[in-house]
């Protein structure tokens, strides 16, 4: 079985065209499809197109660069919105360093905030690493929880045996 385990159906122009994505995907033995959030309104978004396909689930989260836009009750409405039965994922979180070196340790606040909520519903968290290694095992290290995949990866094959060392998977 093929699962798509990270997809914006959320995002334009999937968004515009999402049953025939679907159909697609399923005509390419891709069963199931996760619609990851980057952000509340996506997060929802998410929920919303899980609920109304069978063969579609989400993961709600505040994508590195959104940190700043977030709003002070963030973590409480993940929370609500990852009790959904078709949520099965936290993320998409991490360190994002390309676009934003200004706000690492805020991002890095969220990425562990993140994993708290993950751990507190036994839920896997999907990560963001773009040009952040250090500051990613910094986290993980810290944290060590072992439900995580690591999405956005350009690193070497070093890092991605301490990755699968801590429990992750690499996508």
């Not at 334009?12 to 990851?36: M, N, W, Y």
Request: charged residues 25%.
């Amino acid at each position: 079985m093929y699962i798509d385990t990270h997809c914006h159906l959320n995002y334009k122009p999937l968004s515009q065209k999402i049953d025939h994505v679907i159909s697609q995907a399923q005509d390419q033995g891709v069963e199931k499809l996760i619609c990851i959030g980057t952000n509340l309104d996506t997060s929802r978004e998410s929920v919303r197109i899980a609920t109304n396909y069978e063969n579609v689930y989400a993961a709600v989260g505040i994508h590195p660069n959104d940190c700043e836009n977030a709003p002070e009750d963030w973590k409480d409405q993940i929370i609500d919105l990852a009790g959904h039965s078709k949520v099965v994922g936290i993320g998409e979180t991490g360190v994002d360093l390309y676009r934003s070196k200004d706000s690492m340790e805020l991002q890095k606040e969220f990425f562990a905030d993140h994993i708290k909520i993950a751990r507190s519903l036994d839920l896997p968290v999907v990560i963001h690493n773009r040009q952040a290694d250090k500051a990613v095992l910094e986290v993980l290290d810290e944290l060590e929880y072992e439900k995580f995949v690591m999405h956005c990866y350009s690193s070497d094959a070093n890092y991605a045996e301490k990755i699968l060392q801590l429990g992750g998977k690499i996508s």
